[in-house]
């Protein structure tokens, strides 16, 4: 297999030049920015260092979105962040983080400014051949850092002291115009990381942004790149669109690009009518995506579920499908038809096994016979009951789920809150006499 081509400062950083927003122009106020952020950022700066709210963060708040997460991005290293923060813990291989913990779980990642480097400063060995991504443990600057990521609408940089957005990449005038383009040459960005035409469409998707013809066209001409990609890592990719509100829209914006065809090509399959406003396929993942954006948990197990369900029958309708559920002997082999060419690790195949035994036992027992107790304590009750919301058939399920709803509510009052891990002082060394 051919070693991607490398990006170097050429390749990359062929975007305008920085412009610095004022807190008069844009709309964001500091107290939009999760308080613990704003703690950390005015730490390190203190301290004398540069810090940023970085990436998604910036995006969403310019879009009028509740932000998932609030990363920062400095230009201390992570022992440096460790130092200030006595709830901090470095992860990470190839490229160091550190994870500031706080109450109730809560983690906020603090990265160190990543620089460009030259292929010929690769690593030396084996990972430098195979991974361009090898040579990630280089810091380098803010400006440096924003050229590096995939999107120019996930390049921006908001210093929460001044409320000034850093624009290296353009991406505000792309917020604005609603568009979606990769930060440099598409093509050699794709051969760098083919994960990243995946994030396009699901930018694209989740936003309502058309992508840059340069792009598109790129992505087009580049899909099969995909399966170069680390399958794993291909798998983990999808997985944050099963709960992201828009699944089928990316679906069907994966089927345009051509990248579905080498990740979920059962889903092609009759001139792709499984995707066609109207099957039960695309009914049931359009309940999944209303769930999702109501605010609803939504488990990957469920949308995969769906997927099974249908790519292993023959009949676009739920109800000829559920009819010709086999027994739950049967279900593996069943499922051995489905997910083809996406790497679905074991384990997870072993919970869509589950949970379709689930789902069909339920379906079949009479509501008068139908004992909720028992489902009690499964580990999937919970997919359990959103994949009963998602494939409703009969008025009779909608009496099961009334009666197993409860279960769910009694669950959660026993569950208690999640702890961030121990951080332990690190013992004194004995001074040597």
Request: net charge neutral; aromatic share 6%; proline share 6%.
């Given at each position: ?383 359990l009951i959103t994949l009963l919301e998602v494939t409703p ?41």
């Amino acid at each position: 297999m051919p070693v991607p081509e490398q990006p170097t400062i050429d390749h990359v950083m062929m975007s305008p030049p920085l412009v610095v927003y004022g807190p008069d122009q844009h709309p964001l106020r500091k107290d939009q920015v999760d308080e613990d952020a704003r703690k950390v950022v005015y730490r390190l700066q203190r301290a004398g260092f540069k810090a940023y709210i970085v990436g998604g963060g910036v995006r969403d708040l310019l879009l009028g979105k509740r932000p998932k997460d609030f990363d920062i991005s400095t230009d201390a290293t992570p022992r440096e962040i460790k130092a200030l923060f006595r709830n901090c813990r470095i992860i990470g291989r190839r490229f160091k983080l550190a994870h500031v913990y706080f109450a109730h779980g809560k983690a906020l990642e603090v990265s160190t400014f990543r620089d460009i480097v030259d292929p010929q400063e690769s690593v030396e060995g084996d990972e430098a051949a195979s991974s361009p991504l090898a040579r990630d443990n280089v810091y380098g600057t803010e400006a440096t850092d924003a050229v590096r990521r995939d999107i120019t609408i996930n390049g921006l940089f908001l210093d929460v002291s001044t409320m000034e957005i850093l624009d290296y990449v353009g991406g505000m005038e792309d917020l604005s115009h609603g568009v979606v383009k990769v930060i440099g040459e598409p093509d050699v960005r794709f051969r760098e990381d083919p994960v990243r035409m995946i994030r396009v469409v699901r930018h694209s998707a989740r936003n309502g942004f058309r992508i840059n013809p340069q792009c598109w066209e790129s992505v087009v001409q580049n899909a099969e790149l995909i399966t170069q990609s680390s399958q794993v890592r291909v798998f983990d990719e999808l997985k944050k669109d099963f709960s992201s509100g828009c699944f089928l829209t990316i679906l069907s914006l994966l089927g345009e690009t051509g990248l579905l065809e080498f990740l979920l090509p059962e889903l092609l399959e009759n001139n792709a009518r499984l995707l066609s406003a109207e099957s039960d396929f695309s009914r049931c993942l359009e309940r999944l995506d209303d769930l999702a954006a109501q605010g609803e948990e939504i488990s990957p197990t469920v949308g995969l579920t769906v997927i099974a369900i249908f790519t292993a029958g023959d009949s676009i309708w739920l109800k000829d499908l559920a009819e010709s559920l086999p027994e739950s002997s049967d279900l593996a082999e069943r499922l051995n038809s489905s997910f083809t060419r996406l790497t679905v690790p074991r384990k997870e195949r072993e919970k869509i096994q589950l949970l379709l035994s689930l789902w069909a036992r339920v379906r079949a027992t009479p509501v008068r016979n139908l004992k909720p107790g028992s489902y009690k304590r499964s580990s999937l009750l919970r997919e359990l009951i959103t994949l009963l919301e998602v494939t409703p058939l009969t008025r009779e399920d909608g009496q099961r789920l009334n009666m197993l709803r409860p279960l769910l509510q009694d669950t959660e009052e026993y569950t208690s809150e999640p702890h961030p891990p121990t951080l332990r002082r690190p013992a004194r060394s004995r001074r040597r006499r």
